[in-house]
């Protein structure tokens, strides 16, 4: 039964915040977030003025590519642990710990690099920047997911998202502010200004850092049903003629790579087939959306400082209010309430840009817009990532929830890729329409999944122990 809506019940819900694994949250978020702009977006700036061709900073984006294979190494994060720091930290604080200074030694040998002179070493360096940053993904969403309890975790999303959005606005907007500043040579390209604002972002990965060695390694032990799927194998295996190494070794990698995938079909069945279809369309009206989002500013006039401004700041912030109050709706009302308003809200709010296709250049309607917009984009995502905690079982996290974070892009990036197309066809007006129906579907499966008792999932409540 709903709680009732007193004032005193609300200012409970706050102390949510409070919680010092979810302050610590917000730390991890900002260390999740930082490095992704300055090894695509932030980049690119920095190439194009050191004159390197469209084509070949293009080519470059694939780089990002790591973050949507990274399920391909999961379950070595998962299982395998690391020398001397998983006997001192844990298995997760490990892995977090070893990414993260990887992180900010490879933004090192990005800043002392001058892209003009060498850039297969700035490559090599960005692509270091890159597994390392996915690997802390993997890393830290099984260590959010297993940290704290189910009632938690729109708050674990919501302080993960302002982190990372914080951080994101500090690589892109920030890195450019801290080389205008201490660039001396005017329009004439310096890379001595990129080196300094690159060699900080590496110090800002000392925020991660720290706080890894701070927190505390979440309680979760080989359990009974790791032993109970390696012990299925074991039997399987038996009858086979190899030495002990070689069955050890088949055993390790059932556990590792066939169990977590077997266990998630096994838990929920044919309802299955609805969370994965929910989970690769849930943002799919955003994320088609997101990509025409910047040539629509540009065709309607506004300038870079108003788009900047507007946008890629205020923008962000929204986000991150929209983010805050999602993670206590999901503390009121549910998380699969939440998941429906955010469902219904990312559609609708798309409506508003052929609101604003038809007013031209108008900076207060662009406010309202990316207010309106940013604000339910948070509250989405912070249900959408609290329902995906939800499903991943804590003996296979990391794993797991690599692979829904990977399908849940894999058909919006895909459409997305049209839509340049269709706007070409037929007009901002009709795209944005289009993306708003793209988030019917979502509706009917949030009500679909809604039927399923969220409580018989490989995670309940029971499952996650607070500390």
């Given at each position: 039964?709903?709680k009732?809506?007193?004032?005193?019940?609300?200012?409970?819900?706050?102390?949510?915040?409070?919680?010092?694994?979810?302050?610590?949250?917000?730390?991890?978020?900002?260390?999740?977030?930082?490095p992704?702009?300055?090894?695509?977006?932030?980049?690119?700036?920095?190439?194009?003025?050191?004159?390197?061709?469209?084509?070949?900073?293009?080519?470059?984006?694939?780089?990002?590519?790591?973050?949507?294979?990274?399920?391909?190494?999961?379950?070595?994060?998962?299982?395998?642990?690391?020398?001397?720091?998983?006997?001192?930290?844990?298995?997760?604080?490990?892995?977090?710990?070893?990414?993260?200074?990887?992180?900010?030694?490879?933004?090192v040998?990005?800043?002392?690099?001058?892209?003009?002179?060498?850039?297969?070493?700035?490559?090599?360096?960005?692509?270091?920047?890159?597994?390392?940053?996915?690997?802390?993904?993997?890393?830290?969403?099984?260590?959010?997911?297993?940290?704290?309890?189910?009632?938690?975790?729109?708050?674990?999303?919501?302080?993960?998202?302002?982190?990372?959005?914080?951080?994101?606005?500090?690589?892109?907007a920030?890195?450019?502010?801290?080389?205008?500043?201490?660039?001396?040579?005017?329009?004439?390209?310096?890379?001595?200004?990129?080196?300094?604002?690159?060699l900080?972002?590496?110090?800002?990965?000392?925020?991660?850092?720290?706080?890894?060695?701070?927190?505390?390694?979440?309680?979760?032990?080989?359990?009974?049903?790791?032993?109970?799927?390696?012990?299925?194998?074991?039997q399987?295996?038996?009858?086979?003629?190899?030495?002990?190494?070689?069955?050890?070794?088949?055993?390790?990698?059932?556990?590792?790579?066939?169990?977590?995938?077997?266990?998630?079909?096994?838990?929920?069945?044919?309802?299955?087939?609805?969370?994965?279809?929910?989970?690769?369309?849930?943002?799919?009206?955003?994320?088609?959306?997101?990509?025409?989002?910047?040539?629509?500013?540009?065709?309607?006039?506004?300038?870079?400082?108003?788009?900047?401004?507007?946008?890629?700041?205020?923008?962000?912030?929204?986000?991150?209010?929209?983010?805050?109050?999602?993670?206590?709706?999901?503390?009121?009302?549910?998380?699969?309430?939440?998941?429906?308003?955010?469902?219904?809200?990312?559609?609708?709010?798309?409506?508003?840009?052929?609101?604003?296709?038809?007013?031209?250049?108008?900076?207060?309607?662009?406010?309202f817009?990316?207010?309106?917009?940013?604000?339910?984009?948070?509250?989405?995502?912070?249900?959408?990532?609290?329902?995906?905690s939800?499903?991943?079982?804590?003996?296979?996290?990391?794993?797991?929830?690599?692979?829904?974070?990977?399908?849940?892009?894999?058909?919006?990036?895909?459409?997305?890729?049209?839509?340049?197309?269709?706007?070409?066809?037929?007009?901002?007006?009709?795209?944005?329409?289009?993306?708003?129906?793209?988030?019917?579907?979502?509706?009917?499966?949030?009500?679909?999944?809604?039927?399923?008792?969220?409580?018989?999932?490989?995670?309940?409540?029971?499952?996650?122990?607070?500390k």
């Open positions: 039964m709903m009732p809506n007193t004032a005193s019940d609300w200012i409970k819900t706050l102390k949510i915040y409070a919680h010092p694994r979810v302050l610590g949250m917000l730390m991890l978020g900002f260390s999740a977030g930082l992704l702009l300055l090894i695509l977006g932030t980049l690119s700036f920095w190439l194009r003025e050191a004159g390197i061709d469209r084509a070949t900073i293009g080519h470059l984006s694939w780089i990002g590519l790591a973050y949507s294979f990274k399920w391909l190494w999961s379950p070595l994060v998962d299982r395998m642990p690391l020398p001397v720091l998983t006997h001192l930290l844990g298995r997760r604080r490990a892995w977090l710990l070893l990414s993260q200074i990887v992180i900010a030694s490879a933004l040998g990005m800043a002392m690099t001058d892209p003009v002179l060498n850039l297969s070493h700035m490559v090599f360096f960005a692509l270091a920047v890159a597994f390392a940053s996915a690997t802390q993904d993997i890393a830290l969403d099984a260590y959010r997911i297993e940290a704290v309890a189910l009632e938690l975790q729109g708050a674990m999303a919501a302080t993960y998202q302002a982190g990372y959005r914080v951080a994101m606005i500090l690589a892109s920030g890195v450019l502010w801290i080389a205008s500043a201490v660039d001396v040579s005017g329009a004439t390209y310096d890379y001595e200004p990129w080196r300094f604002a690159y900080v972002m590496a110090g800002c990965m000392s925020i991660g850092i720290v706080t890894t060695l701070i927190i505390r390694e979440p309680n979760t032990p080989f359990n009974v049903l790791q032993s109970e799927n390696e012990h299925y194998a074991r399987v295996i038996a009858n086979w003629h190899l030495n002990d190494r070689l069955k050890n070794s088949l055993v390790w990698l059932y556990g590792a790579l066939v169990a977590p995938f077997r266990d998630f079909i096994m838990q929920h069945g044919k309802q299955a087939l609805v969370i994965l279809a929910l989970i690769a369309l849930y943002r799919i009206s955003d994320v088609v959306m997101g990509v025409m989002s910047n040539p629509f500013y540009v065709d309607m006039g506004y300038t870079k400082d108003e788009v900047a401004t507007v946008s890629k700041v205020y923008g962000v912030l929204m986000t991150v209010l929209g983010a805050a109050v999602g993670g206590l709706l999901i503390a009121r009302i549910g998380i699969m309430r939440t998941l429906f308003i955010g469902a219904v809200l990312s559609a609708a709010t798309n409506l508003l840009f052929v609101w604003l296709a038809g007013r031209g250049h108008d900076v207060s309607g662009l406010v817009t990316i207010s309106a917009d940013n604000l339910s984009a948070g509250i989405a995502s912070s249900a959408f990532i609290a329902y995906l939800g499903l991943t079982n804590t003996a296979y996290s990391a794993t797991q929830y690599a692979l829904f974070s990977s399908v849940m892009l894999l058909l919006p990036k895909f459409v997305a890729g049209f839509s340049g197309q269709f706007v070409d066809a037929y007009g901002y007006e009709n795209f944005f329409i289009a993306t708003a129906l793209l988030g019917l579907p979502v509706l009917f499966l949030v009500g679909l999944a809604g039927q399923a008792r969220f409580e018989g999932s490989a995670v309940s409540l029971q499952t996650f122990k607070d």
